[in-house]
């Protein structure tokens, strides 16, 4: 973290993260591949009803992973391991709470939600089979949002990302086992996701358990304070309103498209879950990038920030522009390897090739969005956490398919992409003015340190 080659340290960190990202992207395709195999477009429905629901489960363990991450990198930059610790312990038994509150609430309001998010008549049923599943087994999902990002934030990304792994593998394993040698059908493919994500969690908790990690994780130090929180809150709930936006996004996205039927649904369901993938990846990267930022802004290293900046967003930009091609390229093939319906089929295509125009350049939102949360700035953090499916989206998805039918549907959030990137391109210069300012400012002082010893 503080003296490896930038490129080097942030790969390092990158790669366990975005596979523990793509593990997470591949539970949800893997689900829809093999309920695709039930031939029935009311369950791809279901699949896509409870997309919002998977992102809304995940907002709550980001919510204090990220957070506490953001605190523990800066904290073991400025070597303070026990406060680094208590920060730990305070996010990870506060989640377990709000954990068991979310899932009881949500079991009883399970139907009502599923139609707030879109269930049409005929796939209602469906969904509150799979729905149910899914909420139960919340917790798990949580956990592993929540110890991912404290554990990337150490360091020890090898075990995230070997634990997230393991679980999408049994993933894989399980949903032909649950839902065809039991004959459970899509009820097995929530099975098989909730076993798979509980036995990560499993992997995950035992790594602090068997006192491997450099931060503390006990119940003597949860020690639950105003400040505490209020740190973990000011990058914590950025984190919460972007996840939390983007689940109602594809809420309204969902409804938007109901009017134009099932099939409709479906397939901005298997766009979401296609595009899911190479953004899971520009997401890892960010989270390898994160720490490295943090730490080396708690050292008050900022050459070595800025660094950092200029190396991820050449990677995420040369990725974003090679997967864009592919996608834009091979979108039919895509689509057909999720559904046989012809409707489906081409309403998918066209909603791919739109989804993917502004991918290029989100590596440059993703990356100065976290940029900002490493560095604890709360109000960029949570501009740029608004702005994208609160600001702009909510907005577009309301009239622009009153104005171009299906079509502006699926043109709704590639233009709240764009605007996204532009607002993130005014604040880049901002923190990069002040990073070459800050740098100028310490030189001397880092060199006058260091000829002291």
Known sequence: MREAPVGKAITSLAVPAIIGMLVGAIYNIVDTLFVGMLNDTAALGATTVLFPVFQLISAVGLTFGMGTASVISRRLGEKNKEEASRACSTAFFSTMGIAVIFTITSLIFIKPLLQLFGATDTILA??????????????????????????????????????IA????????????????????????????????????????????????????????FKPSAGIYREIMTIGIPTFLRQALSSFAIAMLTNAAAPFGDSAIAAIGITLRVIMMPMMVLF???????????????????????????FSIGWTSKFSLIFTFILFAGAGYIISAFTEDPEVLQRGALSLRLGVLIMPFMGIQLIY???????????????????RQGLFFLPLVLFMPALFGLTGVYLAQPIADALAVLV????????????????????????????LF
Not at 131 to 154: C, K
Not at 187 to 210: D, K, M, N, P
Not at 375 to 384: A, E, F, I, T
């Open 126 to 163: 469906q969904a509150e089979i799979y729905g149910t599943i899914i909420v139960a087994g919340s917790i798990f999902q949580m956990l592993n949002m929540n110890m991912n990002n404290m554990l990337r934030a150490e360091g020890a990304a090898k075990i995230s990302g070997t634990a």
């Open 166 to 221: 393991t679980g999408a593998i049994l993933n894989i394993i399980f949903d032909p086992i649950f839902m065809f040698v039991f004959d459970m059908g899509l009820a097995g493919a929530a099975a098989a996701t909730v076993t798979a994500q509980a036995l990560s969690t499993v992997i995950l908790l035992s790594y602090y358990l068997r006192k491997k990690s450099i931060v503390w994780l006990s119940i003597h130090r």
């Open 284 to 310: 890892g990267f960010s989270q390898g990038f994160q720490p490295l930022a943090g730490y080396a802004w708690g050292a008050k290293n900022y050459g070595r920030v800025r660094s950092a900046v200029k």
């Open 369 to 387: 969005s976290f940029l900002y949360q490493a560095l604890g700035r709360g109000r960029p953090s949570l501009l740029l956490a608004v702005a």
């Open 424 to 451: 993130s391109l005014i604040l880049a210069v901002r923190i990069s003015n002040e990073l070459k300012q800050l740098e100028k400012t310490s030189e001397p002082v880092i060199k006058a340190i260091s000829k």
